[in-house]
């Protein structure tokens, strides 16, 4: 019923730049946050940023001042635009994003993306 697609992962030098795209589709009803966590191997899944549907962010301290989330309601898509890579942002990065759907529209629900991989090395 619903997806979370992503895109925009690869393969960059330290100091280089990379944007995530997570577009939601399907029978979607409203959506509240989304947000992008990111697992490195052997660790938890960590959140990097989210979004409230008015704008509000908030940002891991480890990204602050390099990352930034942003959205476009009006396409259910999610955006990180990700500077001054580090090899430490090596991870599978996941979007989220706690919504209703059309069928149960007074009840949200956390949906995930498949992930899209980002790896920071020279």
């Known amino acids: 019923q619903v997806q979370l697609v992503e895109s925009g992962g690869g393969l960059v030098q330290p100091g280089g730049s990379l944007r995530l795209s997570c577009a939601a589709s399907?029978?979607?009803?409203?959506?509240?946050?989304m947000g992008w966590y990111r697992q490195a191997p052997g660790k938890q899944r960590e959140l990097v940023a989210s979004?409230?549907?008015?704008?509000?962010?908030t940002l891991a301290d480890s990204v602050k001042g390099r990352f930034t989330i942003s959205r476009d309601n009006a396409k259910n898509t999610v955006y990180l635009q990700m500077d001054s890579l580090k090899p430490e942002d090596t991870a599978v990065y996941y979007c989220?994003?706690?919504?209703?759907?059309?069928?149960?529209?007074?009840?949200?629900?956390?949906?995930w993306g498949q992930g899209t991989q980002v790896a920071i090395s020279s």
């Open positions: 979004i409230t549907g008015d704008g509000s962010t």
């Open positions: 989220n994003a706690r919504l209703a759907t059309v069928r149960l529209r007074w009840r949200e629900f956390d949906y």
């Open positions: 399907g029978s979607i009803f409203s959506i509240n946050i």
